[in-house]
């Protein structure tokens, strides 16, 4: 609870009087947590970072997690008995641990060295536990009730609840929004790095011209650092050479003015290859490419039906497909590939008949997939093909590269090379 009283009225407060609502908190540490927290919001807007400050300062015994790190679920329990219990406990886990295997050892720890206070076990990157097994969220939002002990598991992530929580329910978290830093805030966080040989003032000027250029175009709060740092010696270049003094601040900006105009381009370049590195990777880092569930699935399925022509469909998607000849499936002289050729339009009922036949083993889709459908149109992951002749049965075409749609199924534990006519 001293978390929650604390990011409820102290984060949104500005940065320097965060820590004096922190230290006015009453501790009661032996007063049970909330079982779970979910706090989400955009990239850099200071979760991880006001996480960690509440545990060191208030001293909270913690673990942090990174889910990018814990790539099963057993290095998670590990470290978490390790961190809490010591690794006498952690070396009491089987081979490839079961959920209960976790909380078996964790409630004979906790029984013998019971917590004086709130345990924390603070999850980062929380939106890629979506992809581990389906019981692991769910144990872990009711942890404390499980282990009969005063843990609290903090989630910290990009994507909102709504679209994390697992259809078949589960125990509901205190929810805790972070909104972007407003400008002013940006300002008061980038000003403290202020170098050594200048004054504090003549830093925030700086980083006041700064803004004035950036803060249309990027908020990120670690993109902003590394252009602060990265422009900074050319701003300070009339003031070394005795040209100009700290003061004038129409002279600096004069001078750096068309500096920070060419940087602008790479902030464009830099998003971009970010994007690109980042869609190789595994997406989930990037706000704008992250989808959800069902959308991920539709993609695919709009992948699938733009590159393998529709006769195969049958062989692919169908489960008792009868005798289909692998000759004549495979048309020998059918020499190009359909990569190459590009993506060609397909009509809706198509897609659709796809996307349940991917999807089906997995859950039964209840989202409203018209929705999620347009939503890929706006985000241009697919595009309306539109036919003067054919108004009432529109078509599409999927815009994502293989790279691309290979990345989006990793997620989801799709493997789509092998649906995919062209590398059979
Ligand atoms: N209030 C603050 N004061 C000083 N530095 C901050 C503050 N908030 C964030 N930062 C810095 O900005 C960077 C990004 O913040 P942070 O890592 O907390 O973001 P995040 O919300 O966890 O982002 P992500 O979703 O990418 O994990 C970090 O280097 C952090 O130290
Ligand atoms: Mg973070």
């Known amino acids: 609870m001293i978390l929650f009283k604390f990011i409820s009225t102290g984060f949104l407060e500005p940065p320097e009087q965060r820590s004096s609502v922190l230290k006015s908190q009453k501790m009661i540490p032996q007063q049970y947590c909330y079982p779970s927290l979910f706090i989400y919001g955009h990239r850099s807007s200071g979760k991880s970072h006001v996480v960690n400050v509440l545990m060191k300062e208030l001293e909270l015994p913690h673990t942090t997690v990174s889910c990018v790190e814990c790539i099963s679920a057993a290095l998670l329990f590990e470290q978490v008995l390790l961190s809490f219990f010591g690794c006498d406990a952690a070396a009491q886990l089987p081979r490839s641990p079961s959920i209960s295997d976790f909380v078996r050892i964790y409630r004979q720890q906790s029984s013998q060295f019971p917590a004086k206070q709130t345990r924390f076990i603070v999850m980062e990157k929380a939106e890629l536990l979506r992809d581990a097994d ?115 601040t129409h002279k600096l900006w004069k001078n750096i003015e068309p500096h920070l105009k060419k940087a602008m381009q790479t902030v464009y370049l830099r998003e971009v290859s970010s994007v690109i590195s980042l869609s190789c990777k595994g997406l989930s880092a990037h706000t704008h490419v992250e989808l959800p569930y069902y959308s991920k699935f539709l993609l695919i399925a709009a992948y699938l039906a733009s590159y393998n022509p529709a006769r195969t469909d049958k062989r692919f998607f169908l489960k008792h497909h009868g005798k289909i000849k692998k000759t004549n499936f495979l048309k020998k002289n059918e020499k190009t590939s359909n990569h190459l050729l590009g993506p060609k339009p397909f009509p809706l009922d198509r897609l ?20 999620q459908i347009s ?34 199924s990793r997620t989801v534990n799709f493997d789509i090379v092998k649906y995919l006519y062209d590398f059979l």
Do not use: M
């Open 352 to 371: 659709l008949a796809i996307f349940y036949s991917v999807v089906d083993s997995r859950v039964a889709p209840t989202a409203s997939i018209f929705s």
């Open 375 to 408: 939503s890929l149109v706006t985000l241009q992951l697919l595009t309306l093909v539109s036919h003067d002749d054919q108004l009432d049965t529109p078509k599409y075409k999927c815009a994502v590269s293989l790279d691309f749609i290979s990345a989006i």
């Open 134 to 248: 389906a019981n692991l969220l769910p144990a872990l939002l009711r942890l404390q009730e499980l282990v009969d002990d005063n843990v609290s598991v903090v989630l910290l992530s990009e994507i909102v609840w709504d679209k994390f929580r697992p259809n078949t329910g589960c125990f509901e978290p205190l929810l805790l929004h972070f909104p972007d830093y407003s400008k002013g805030e940006l300002q008061q966080i980038l000003s403290k790095d202020c170098h050594p040989s200048y004054s504090a003032e003549f830093y925030s000027s700086y980083i006041n011209i700064l803004l004035g250029v950036f803060y249309t175009v990027c908020r990120d709060l670690r993109e902003l650092r590394h252009l602060a740092a990265l422009n900074f010696s050319k701003f300070c270049e009339p003031v070394a050479a005795g040209k100009a003094k700290e003061t004038e």
